[in-house]
């Protein structure tokens, strides 16, 4: 039987989005198979919860103490979004001390969560992004130059935050200055987009023997735009499999494939399009997607015949398997 810590917490306003994804993991994995304990990060406090109780984990070797017995992983199952595990962090630990887990590396973690440099690096191998520009914190802001840069009505977003937290859609330049200050409570560094008009889709993939490319989801945001509350508390549509042309279907399962596989991306991944006027442009990379019961991945690994503890026991047999 194999020991699976399922890192869950976090240290970003996707704290309780991965509370709720860990419990998913552990409820559907198999347990005669898989001793599953969750493993909650928060800052420098890290602890295994076994049976409600809460132990102190040794950071020196990632493992614990219950009675006389000491407790040592097999592999870490990462269902934390955000910091530290989403930005890589997390995995510079693990390499260290030579733990398998089931998302990418630290190159491509660091690299898809800093959604400037990751924009440029994909428009470099031919994938279409949104016009940007990025705002340090500190600088002057010019509204006039970054409104001539990307137009309006345009998107500002926290460059490296997982969440929706922190995003406004700007259609006036009187209204930029305020939707960069609030960008500034969630990161240092803001990316400010230019609005692709479109329809929203994202799709899914993962590693099976071969890579393997989920259905397509469309997403109708009863909001202006897939905000947080739109994306975690029902206030949208996610429809599987999404209401768009066969062509843009194979296209965006095309370019999923082949970004994952360009950026060598490991594990469990969701990529957000915008599609306009039949072509995709590439909005996010999600190296730890969601998978509460609210989720995209779920929905889509359903639409694909997969039960979840099936596509979980896959992640995991892979990842082992390396």
């Not at 940007?132 to 009505?153: A, D, H, R």
């Not at 469309?218 to 202006?224: K, L």
């Amino acid at each position: 039987m194999k020991t699976i810590a399922i890192i869950t917490g976090g240290n970003s306003a996707e704290h309780e989005i991965s509370l709720q994804s860990a419990k998913v993991v552990e409820a559907n994995l198999n347990k005669e198979i898989f001793n599953a304990i969750i493993i909650h990060l928060k800052e420098d406090k890290w602890e295994a919860i076994i049976d409600d109780t809460r132990l102190k984990m040794d950071k020196k070797d990632f493992s614990c103490i219950m009675g006389n017995k000491k407790i040592s992983f097999d592999l870490a199952f990462m269902a934390l979004h955000g910091p530290p595990a989403e930005n890589g962090e997390l995995q510079t630990y693990f390499d260290e001390i030579g733990l398998a887990y089931t998302s990418c590396g630290v190159a491509q973690s660091s690299l898809t969560f800093d959604k400037n440099q990751c924009n440029q690096e994909l428009s470099k191998m031919g994938f279409l992004c949104a016009k940007s520009t990025f705002y340090q914190k500190g600088e002057n802001i010019n509204t006039e130059l970054i409104i001539e840069k990307v137009g309006l009505p345009c998107f500002v977003k926290p460059n490296s935050a997982g969440s929706s937290f922190g995003i406004s859609k700007v259609f006036e330049i009187a209204d930029l200055e305020k939707a960069i200050h609030l960008a500034l409570e969630h990161d240092n560094h803001v990316l400010i987009e230019q609005f692709i008009n479109g329809t929203e889709v994202s799709c899914g993939i993962f590693t099976h023997k071969k890579i393997e490319v989920l259905p397509v989801t469309e997403i109708v945001s009863h909001n202006d735009f897939f905000d947080y509350e739109a994306k975690y508390k029902g206030l949208s549509d996610e429809i599987t499999p999404a209401r768009i042309s066969r062509k843009e279907t194979e296209n965006v399962q095309k370019i999923t494939k082949e970004v994952y596989q360009k950026l060598g991306l490991k594990g469990i991944v969701r990529i957000d399009y915008i599609i306009m006027k039949e072509k995709p442009y590439l909005i996010e990379i999600n190296t730890i997607p969601g998978l509460s019961t609210e989720s995209i991945i779920p929905k889509q690994a359903k639409q694909a015949g997969y039960k979840l503890s099936e596509l979980f026991e896959i992640t995991i047999e892979n990842t082992l398997n390396k």
